[in-house]
């Protein structure tokens, strides 16, 4: 598996789309159209990311009809299919106020309105309905679900955030 640290995913071809080579795809995003102008996609072939020239984009909701530049054939085309399709992390949109990407609170710190700080977060956990930041306090796990509810300030200014963790959450984590 390649290193993908610099990169994200951004979806995955589907399918042919008609005869001539373009491709339907799903993009993972909220926003579609944000990516309407990218001009390079890399395609994963086996942990090597390999850049493919857009030459078109035709949205339709989170899928997509792609045209590659030198994909125009079927045969060209089925070399693509099922794989994975990624972007350089610095092409995603600039998120404000509360909402942010995963991979970057890493190493934010965390702090309960009532509690102080908690610690630096060490990862983000997927889990199927839920993410969950990971910290450490005193060397004990904390594991705080993302939720609206519960992130009251993304301080990008002084790499904080501001939480009002549910009462004995803490409790569960540090037997205080």
Do not use: C, W
Request: proline fraction near 5%; charged fraction near 25%.
């Amino acid at each position: 598996m390649g290193n993908f640290d610099n990169y994200f995913f951004l979806g995955k071809v589907i399918k042919p789309h008609g005869y001539h080579g373009r491709l339907s795809v799903f993009l993972d995003t909220d926003e579609p159209d944000a990516y309407l102008a990218t001009p390079i996609i890399y395609i994963d072939f086996d942990g090597a990311l390999v850049p493919y020239f857009v030459k078109n984009i035709n949205l339709m909701n989170n899928k997509a009809v792609v045209t590659f530049k030198d994909v125009d054939t079927p045969e060209q085309a089925e070399k693509l299919l099922k794989r994975d399709m990624y972007l350089p992390l610095d092409e995603l949109p600039v998120l404000t106020g509360n909402q942010f990407y995963f991979h970057e609170i890493i190493g934010m710190k965390i702090v309960d309105k009532h509690f102080g700080f908690i610690g630096e977060i060490t990862e983000v956990l997927h889990y199927s309905k839920q993410a969950i930041i990971q910290t450490f306090h005193k060397e004990k796990e904390v594991l705080i679900p993302i939720s609206d509810e519960i992130i009251l300030e993304v301080d990008r200014e002084n790499n904080t955030i501001q939480v009002e963790l549910p009462d004995g959450l803490l409790a569960v984590y540090l037997d205080e």
